[in-house]
T-cell receptor
Framework: DQQVKQNSPSLSVQEGRISILNCDYT??????FLWYKKYPAEGPTFLIS???IKDKNEDGRFTVFLNKSAKHLSLHIVPSQPGDSAVYFC??????????WGAGTKLIIKP | NAGVTQTPKFRVLKTGQSMTLLCAQD?????MYWYRQDPGMGLRLIHY???????AKGEVPDGYNVSRLKKQNFLLGLESAAPSQTSVYFC????????????FGPGTRLTVT
């Protein structure tokens, strides 16, 4: 039973345009959500997070939106840059310091 | 400040051999984790530790053992390697001040033939 789902294995976006990565979850007890970025042959690195008491969090070009009623969150990257090409993982926590991970979405930024 | 380091980076084992993966962190984090990542799948938790001397099973613990004798180190052991354990292994750590953000090592690519 996959509690965190990223239904798009890959996404291709033109440089300078908006990239939107989606994530759905099933467990209503999740109260904290994180996005990680992973380059090949490296460990995942933290990108941005959001608490369940908020519906939006912004950090520079990155914004995460949370829709609790739909159990859906999305990561927006504006504008997309070539260095954003990576695999993006969505993860969720229910306050126990364990994270449940989605399968990842490979983002390709085309020049 | 090295963050989280993992040793070795690559390893090839024959079926039935044993090995230990070492994870070290210098951030004084309480919590440490071992994950495996397989193609098309997210990170799956093997074992974790909430403090020195404590360990607990994660989602996929079978075939692995762990030890946390020192706060900064978390060891993952494979007693009798199987081809199904071919994977990339990541160690991570976090602490109460980190808001659930986990810091990852660079990974160990293990192939079992």
């Amino acid at each position: 039973d996959q509690q965190v789902k990223q239904n798009s294995p890959s996404l291709s976006v033109q440089e300078g345009r908006i990239s939107i990565l989606n994530c759905d979850y099933t467990n209503s007890m999740f109260d904290y959500f994180l996005w990680y970025k992973k380059y090949p042959a490296e460990g995942p690195t933290f990108l941005i997070s959001i608490s369940s008491i908020k519906d939006k969090n912004e950090d520079g070009r990155f914004t995460v939106f949370l829709n609790k009623s739909a159990k859906h969150l999305s990561l927006h990257i504006v504008p997309s840059q070539p260095g954003d090409s990576a695999v993006y993982f969505c993860a969720a926590s229910n306050s126990n310091y364990q994270l449940i991970w989605g399968a990842g979405t490979k983002l390709i930024i085309k020049p | 400040n090295a963050g989280v380091t993992q040793t070795p980076k690559f390893r090839v084992l024959k079926t039935g051999q044993s090995m230990t993966l070492l994870c070290a962190q210098d951030m004084n984090h309480e919590y440490m984790y071992w994950y495996r990542q397989d193609p098309g799948m997210g990170l799956r938790l093997i074992h974790y530790s909430v403090g020195e001397g404590t360990t607990a099973k994660g989602e996929v613990p079978d075939g692995y053992n762990v030890s946390r004798l020192k706060k900064q180190n978390f060891l993952l052991g494979l007693e009798s390697a199987a081809p199904s354990q071919t994977s990339v292994y990541f160690c991570a750590s976090t602490g109460p001040a980190s808001s659930y953000e986990q810091y990852f090592g660079p990974g160990t690519r293990l192939t079992v033939t």
